[in-house]
């Protein structure tokens, strides 16, 4: 059974960091792309960046270029998620996703609270 | 950027009843749409891909169709764990993958 489970959420002031991981199990996490969608209070689902299975390429959404950074360890089965210079709009619920192909989005965990406030 | 318009943004029926959801893409789009729904306090889950292609496990009461710019998913016979937020999206040109402002289903 396909398994994501984030960790590292939590209240962080505005222009501090925050790291959030994703721990895949049940399926052969190297072979797969991934993405990081957040949700925020109330509010629809928004992509936010993604990594090929090598992670060799990466894509961000623009009001997070140069702020977040996508990363994994195939070793470990982790997914990866920087967040620097964090602002109030990035308050959200962060998901990790597999991606079944060309950006299908076939297994969620459960996600991640970050919020962003002082 | 493709933008995703999603109608109606709530709706509610009754047991048994059929719906339907509405997405609009601002470009043709070629069947690459997706549809999830997620339940209260729930993490979104895939309901459907290539407009039309029923995801495992996936009850058969959903359904999905459409072309170009215009999708639709549809419910035969409302239960009551379909009540629901529910999103489109689209993966035929990215990055971005653009989702759908979603619609909450609720029962009457």
């Known amino acids: 059974e396909v398994q994501l489970v984030e960790s590292g959420g939590g209240l962080v002031q505005p222009g501090r960091s925050l790291k959030l991981s994703c721990a895949a199990s049940?399926?052969?996490?190297?072979?797969?792309?991934m993405h990081w969608i957040r949700q925020a209070p109330t509010k629809g689902l928004e992509w936010v960046a993604s990594?090929?299975?090598?992670?060799?390429?990466?894509y961000y959404r623009d009001s997070v270029k140069g702020r977040f950074t996508i990363s994994r360890d195939n070793a470990k089965s982790t997914l990866y998620l920087q967040m620097d210079s964090l602002r109030s709009e990035d308050t959200a619920t962060y998901y990790c996703?597999?991606?079944?192909?060309?950006?299908?989005?076939?297994?969620w965990g459960q996600g991640a609270s970050v919020t962003v406030s002082s | 950027d493709i933008q995703m318009t999603q109608s109606p943004a709530s709706l509610s029926a009754s047991l048994g009843e059929t719906v339907t959801i509405e997405c609009r893409a601002s470009?043709?789009?070629?069947?690459?749409l997706a549809w999830y729904q997620q339940k209260p306090g729930k993490s979104p889950q895939l309901l459907i891909y290539?407009?039309?292609s029923l995801h495992t496990g996936v009850p058969s009461r959903f359904s999905g169709s459409g072309s170009g710019t215009q999708y639709s998913l549809k419910i035969n016979s409302l239960q009551s764990e379909d009540v629901a937020s529910y999103f489109c999206?689209?993966?035929?040109?990215?990055?971005?993958?653009?989702f759908g402002g979603g619609t909450k289903l609720e029962l009457k």
């Open positions: 996703a597999t991606d079944r192909g060309a950006g299908v989005m076939d297994a």
């Open positions: 049940g399926f052969t996490f190297s072979n797969y792309g």
């Open positions: 990594i090929s299975p090598s992670g060799g390429s990466t």
């Open positions: 470009e043709d789009i070629y069947n690459g």
């Open positions: 290539n407009a039309n």
């Open positions: 999206q689209q993966y035929y040109d990215y990055p971005p993958w653009t």
